[in-house]
């Protein structure tokens, strides 16, 4: 098992250019989530989803769009980048258990 | 709405020292309890978990207590290592709800 992965690990975008931040799991989970963390803040929720075809909002999800059109693959979608979106963004994917796995992270600076 | 709050950091300390940092939340029911710990450069991993009142979590030498009366789900270790550097999130999640919230984290620097 790879677990959650996601590309690319770095990433520098100018302020209006888009860009998708790729996430993939093989342990056949349910659930995923994209969150953000910045210092001092934790990691914030932005989108999640339960299953193939459904996804909702989390705490900050303005600016960022997500599909779930396989179990596997979760993609974040920056439509029109800002500054104010260079964070470090992490996958996670959760099965039955409690346990939520994360991916190793993609460090994105908007200039 | 609920939250997590723990003690900022950095937290310092010298190899062999007792360890704890503060975890408290705020839920309008009894969530189930996270420690995570993050090493430099990579995602967070789960450390333990309590899903109850007065269970413990434990693992790799770390404890946790969920305690009902005061909020409260510290983490504690008796004799810290320079390999546990690193920063470590307390998180909660309802039953209800598939969403985990996180407190802010705090980082550990262990010096030898």
């Known amino acids: 098992n790879a677990g959650v992965t996601q590309t690319p690990k770095f990433q520098v975008l100018k302020t209006g250019q888009s860009m998708t931040l790729q996430c993939a799991q093989d342990?056949?989970?349910?659930?995923m989530s994209w969150y953000r963390q910045d210092p001092g803040m934790g990691l914030r929720l932005i989108h999640y989803?339960?299953?193939?075809?459904?996804?909702d909002q989390g705490e900050v999800p303005n600016g960022y769009n997500v599909s779930r059109s396989t179990t596997e693959d979760f993609p974040l979608r920056l439509l029109s980048a800002a500054p104010s979106q260079t964070s470090v963004y992490f996958c996670?994917?959760?099965?039955?258990?409690?346990?939520?796995?994360f991916g190793p992270g993609t460090r994105l600076t908007v200039l | 709405g609920d939250s997590v709050t723990q003690m900022e950091g950095p937290v310092t300390l010298s190899e062999e020292a007792f360890l704890t940092i503060n975890c408290t939340y705020t839920?309008?029911?009894?969530?189930?309890l996270f420690w995570y710990v993050q090493y430099p450069g990579e995602g967070l991993q789960l450390l333990l978990k309590?899903?109850?009142?007065?269970d413990k979590g434990s693992n790799k030498g770390f404890e946790a207590t969920y305690r009902k009366e005061t909020t409260s789900f510290h983490l504690e270790k008796g004799s810290v290592q320079v390999s546990d550097s690193a920063v470590y999130f307390c998180?909660?999640?309802?039953?209800?709800?598939?969403?985990?919230?996180f407190g802010s984290g705090t980082r550990l620097l262990v010096r030898p």
């Open positions: 996670a994917s959760r099965g039955d258990t409690d346990t939520q796995y």
């Open positions: 342990m056949n989970h349910e659930y």
């Open positions: 989803s339960v299953g193939a075809g459904i996804t």
């Open positions: 839920a309008t029911g009894y969530p189930s």
């Open positions: 309590a899903t109850k009142a007065d």
């Open positions: 998180a909660s999640r309802m039953d209800s709800s598939y969403k985990l919230i």
